[in-house]
């Protein structure tokens, strides 16, 4: 089939418009049709990428050919007799991971936001022209992407290449002036391109990186001669103010994180904010293998037309969140206490969502496209994520299987990654659960029918027991308490019951707690608490200043209207978990403990 010819011009930056040209040799001669998708894979929302396309027009031989749209996202060209070109100007100013942006600091595209995809062609050889952009501002940018080079120099704009669509667009493009680190792992050139201001320490990231990657390198192929599974790999961080992001690809992936998260020069301790880049990052590199190449029979093809419905996310996702942060003590970047202090603060967040109760990680994944990618004010009250409490079902599964002493979950990923990832053959919605029982050599059922399809709590209080680690609950001692270690302020003696923002207006009012029950709702403005003007800090200050069974008057705005209601306050759940190393753990606690952090 002859190639699919793209063109990317950074058009104008102050406008933030990418102009694409799509050129086949030889259009449908009942006239070409073109499609551009509606969702980017890993990221399961319909998000309807042509509402971003201004002008669309084609030409053929020099002169204009009528091209029309048949649908939201297609459009029809009409017949031509020779080369066909179609020209679209894209609006590209979306600061994320998952589309386009172009200003004078940076452009960057993931390919299902600007390249058409010629009906019929999907198996088509492609190829991309990038241009450098005109003007003094752009004559130091260069080119980050893992894209195969047809002729372009390294990290320089020209020519790339893409043996179809689907390579095509999953290959994200950052062109700026960034800051560039290289590392090896597994034999393979891995490399960090930093764009936005920061003063990262760009040794100590790629030597960090290194041993994480090195260390899931292992994981799946087998030490000390494994190679991944990609010729090179390319971590495209974006340094911003505020911000949070990451989306996985088969040979890179594209990160957005707090410039305050990266490390800093001449300091050698972990802050909780380098920590959690490094577990981002921990994250989307588990992804090379589980999700890009590992995933689901329903990705394979990809339908990007249309929703792609499967109950496995919180395997792909879960899964993964439970092996990003444990990558990071397996390969000795953090150390036991650490960790215990990430997974403390992983089972908070799990505890602290009644919407457990409600909704399967099974039923989440289905209906991530309509929940949890749109979330509500009563989100928490009626959906689970299939990342976190997936990761708890992960960590359940992995410690229970080693209890067992016959298999891990370790050994459960190599058999994935053998029969389907290197393989190429998709996981049917229910492959997972009989490999872990055929490891196991037990039914394992009733585990999945409990904790993924059904909403039970993994009882991860007794299984880490067996590893020599205490499970304790308390109440959060504040707004800012994400779990983990007991702070020193004063333990709260009761509960209100609703998330409150800095302006006081109330995001979630969560199921059965005292404000629900008194009438308060999602977006009431609190105004004041008995008779005295409301601030962020009193209503912080109640769950240590009031007890369990005080009332209290509020008066809250609704929409316009004032009113009051009295709340009864109640007891502070104990939501928060801190986990603990048992001082006198038997030898056989002590030794599985080892094997899982340190095998
Ligand atoms: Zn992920």
């Known amino acids: 089939m002859q190639a699919t010819h793209y063109q990317v011009a950074a058009l104008d930056p102050n406008a933030h418009l990418f102009e694409v040209r799509c050129t086949i040799d030889d259009p449908d001669p009942q006239g070409q049709r073109y499609r551009l998708a509606a969702w980017?894979?890993?990221?399961?929302?319909?998000?309807?990428?042509?509402?971003?396309?201004?002008?669309?027009?084609?030409?053929?031989?020099?002169?204009?050919?009528?091209?029309?749209?048949?649908?939201?996202?297609?459009?029809?060209?009409?017949?031509?007799?020779?080369?066909?070109?179609?020209?679209?100007?894209?609006?590209?100013?979306?600061?994320?991971?998952?589309?386009?942006?172009?200003?004078?600091?940076?452009?960057?595209?993931?390919?299902?936001?600007?390249?058409?995809?010629?009906?019929g062609r999907d198996g088509a050889p492609c190829t991309v022209e990038l241009l450098r952009p005109d003007g003094d501002d752009f004559v130091e940018w260069r080119v980050a992407t893992t894209l195969a080079s047809d002729g372009a120099t390294p990290h320089g704009f020209g020519r790339y290449?893409?043996?179809?669509?689907?390579?095509?667009?999953?290959?994200?493009?950052e062109m700026s002036d960034f800051a560039l680190a290289a590392f090896a792992a597994g034999g393979v050139r891995h490399e960090i391109a930093?764009?936005?201001?920061?003063?990262?320490?760009?040794?100590?990231?790629?030597?960090?990186?290194?041993?994480?990657?090195?260390?899931?390198?292992?994981?799946?192929?087998?030490?000390?001669?494994?190679?991944?599974?990609?010729?090179?790999?390319?971590?495209?961080?974006?340094?911003?103010?505020?911000?949070?992001?990451?989306?996985?690809?088969?040979?890179?992936?594209?990160?957005?994180?707090?410039?305050?998260?990266?490390?800093?020069?001449?300091?050698?301790?972990?802050?909780?904010?380098?920590?959690?880049l490094l577990g981002l990052a921990s994250h989307e590199y588990f992804h090379s293998w589980n999700v890009k190449r590992i995933k689901p029979s329903v990705f394979m093809p990809y339908d990007l037309a249309r929703e792609a419905y499967t109950r496995q996310l919180w395997a792909f996702e879960g899964i993964t969140s439970y092996y990003d942060d444990l990558a990071l003590?397996?390969?000795?970047?953090?150390?036991?206490?650490?960790?215990?202090?990430?997974?403390?603060?992983?089972?908070?967040?799990?505890?602290?969502?009644?919407?457990?109760?409600?909704?399967?990680i099974g039923d989440s994944s289905f209906d991530a496209w309509i929940k949890f990618y749109r979330q509500d004010e009563n989100s928490p009250n009626a959906i689970v994520s299939y990342y976190a409490k997936g990761s708890l079902v992960a960590l359940a599964l992995d410690l229970a299987l080693r209890s067992a002493g016959r298999t891990s979950l370790d050994d459960?990923?190599?058999?994935?990654?053998?029969?389907h990832g290197s393989a190429g053959v998709g996981v049917p919605e229910d492959a997972i659960e009989s490999i872990v029982g055929e490891l196991a050599g037990a039914d394992m059922r009733a585990f999945f029918a409990r904790y993924v399809?059904?909403?039970?709590?993994?009882?991860?209080?007794?299984?880490?027991?067996?590893f020599g680690i205490d499970w304790h609950?308390?109440?959060?001692?504040?707004?800012?308490?994400?779990?983990?270690?007991?702070?020193?302020?004063?333990?709260?003696?009761c509960w209100f019951g609703a998330r409150v923002a800095k302006d006081l207006t109330l995001q979630h009012v969560f199921t059965g707690s005292p404000a629900q029950r008194a009438g308060l709702a999602a977006r009431d403005v609190l105004v004041a608490i008995d008779g005295v003007r409301a601030s962020a800090e009193s209503v912080d200050a109640l769950a240590t200043t009031r007890g369990a069974g005080e009332r209290i008057s509020v008066h809250a705005f609704r929409r316009d209207e004032l009113f009051a209601v009295d709340v009864e306050l109640a007891s502070a759940p104990l939501d928060t978990c801190y986990l603990a190393p048992k001082l006198d753990a038997p030898g056989t606690a002590a030794a599985l403990r080892q094997a899982w952090l340190h095998g």
Not at 161 to 173: F, M, N, R, S, W
Not at 340 to 356: C, D, K, M, W
Not at 412 to 419: D, I, T, Y
């Open 473 to 493: 609950l308390r109440a959060a001692s504040g707004a800012g308490d994400r779990g983990g270690k007991p702070s020193s302020s004063a333990a709260p003696a």
């Open 40 to 119: 980017i894979p890993g990221s399961y929302l319909i998000r309807e990428f042509a509402r971003q396309f201004v002008h669309v027009r084609a030409e053929s031989a020099g002169a204009a050919v009528a091209i029309t749209k048949e649908a939201k996202d297609v459009w029809r060209a009409a017949p031509a007799a020779a080369a066909l070109t179609v020209i679209a100007q894209v609006y590209a100013y979306d600061l994320s991971v998952r589309t386009a942006y172009f200003d004078r600091t940076r452009a960057y595209f993931n390919g299902t936001s600007l390249f058409l995809l010629p009906e």
């Open 161 to 173: 290449k893409a043996a179809d669509y689907d390579e095509l667009i999953d290959h994200p493009v």
């Open 194 to 276: 930093i764009s936005g201001r920061h003063h990262a320490d760009l040794e100590r990231l790629a030597r960090d990186l290194a041993r994480i990657c090195q260390w899931q390198i292992d994981l799946f192929g087998g030490a000390p001669s494994s190679r991944p599974p990609f010729d090179r790999y390319l971590f495209q961080i974006t340094a911003v103010g505020d911000g949070y992001g990451g989306l996985e690809h088969r040979s890179s992936t594209s990160l957005m994180c707090r410039r305050d998260e990266l490390p800093v020069r001449g300091r050698s301790e972990i802050s909780d904010g380098y920590l959690h």
């Open 329 to 360: 003590v397996r390969s000795g970047v953090i150390d036991d206490a650490q960790y215990l202090e990430l997974l403390g603060r992983a089972i908070s967040q799990v505890l602290r969502t009644p919407g457990r109760h409600r909704q399967s």
């Open 412 to 419: 459960v990923m190599r058999a994935l990654w053998r029969r």
């Open 453 to 466: 399809h059904g909403t039970d709590d993994p009882p991860l209080d007794d299984l880490l027991a067996a």
